[in-house]
């Protein structure tokens, strides 16, 4: 299930950023605030695009609050308030201006931007992050985003699967739900 090309990837960079950059929990365990910040940061960005640059500490500042308001998102898509993730994804788009725009540049054919020229790098990624939010939202495919159901994570993920059941974040998740739900089958026997 694909948005376009240019939309999964910051779909991901999205997912990458809140699941980076947000405390909560993550596999059944607490998962603070990342010791370095900058580290965390660039993890986010590499989910969409592997080779991203290093972001710099006051930018994975800047990107954790961006990661803040995106995490809004995906809680109120999980809780099925639309009208909620929609207010928060027009609040961004608002104030960082978004727009599309064609640019070419690293050696890439034209591709679609939803930023302009001369922007912060955590601005530009708030404008990319929520012009992809938008799209997702916008479409019969909302109920794509999520929030992990396994007891104990909180992280976040984009369903691109063909049926659209996914529930977990990752496949370690997955297993320990059922893994947990075959033990206790056998203690009811």
Avoid at 75 to 97: H, K, P, S, W, Y
Avoid at 122 to 131: F, I, M, R
Avoid at 145 to 165: K, Q
């Amino acid at each position: 299930m694909d948005f376009n090309s240019h939309a999964d990837a910051i779909v991901r960079v999205a997912v990458g950023l809140v699941n980076e950059l947000t405390p909560g929990e993550r596999r059944g365990r607490p998962w603070p605030p990342p010791p370095d910040l900058a580290a965390a940061a660039t993890e986010g960005l590499r989910t969409g695009y592997p080779g991203h640059r290093e972001a710099t500490e006051q930018e994975a500042g800047e990107l954790a609050e961006v990661a803040t308001r995106l995490r809004v998102v995906f809680d109120a898509v999980a809780a099925g308030d639309i009208d909620a993730a929609a207010l928060q994804v027009n609040a961004l788009l608002q104030e960082t201006r978004a727009r599309p725009m064609l640019e070419r540049h690293d050696g890439e054919p034209w591709h679609l931007h939803f930023h302009g020229p001369g922007g912060t790098m955590a601005g530009d990624w708030a404008a990319s992050c929520a012009t992809g939010l938008a799209i997702v939202l916008g479409s019969e495919f909302h109920d794509r985003l999520g929030v992990c159901t396994a007891p104990h994570c909180d992280r976040v993920y984009v369903d691109v699967s063909r049926n659209g059941t996914r529930r977990f974040c990752c496949t370690a998740c997955q297993n320990r739900v059922k893994t947990a739900a075959f033990r206790a089958r056998g203690r009811g026997a």
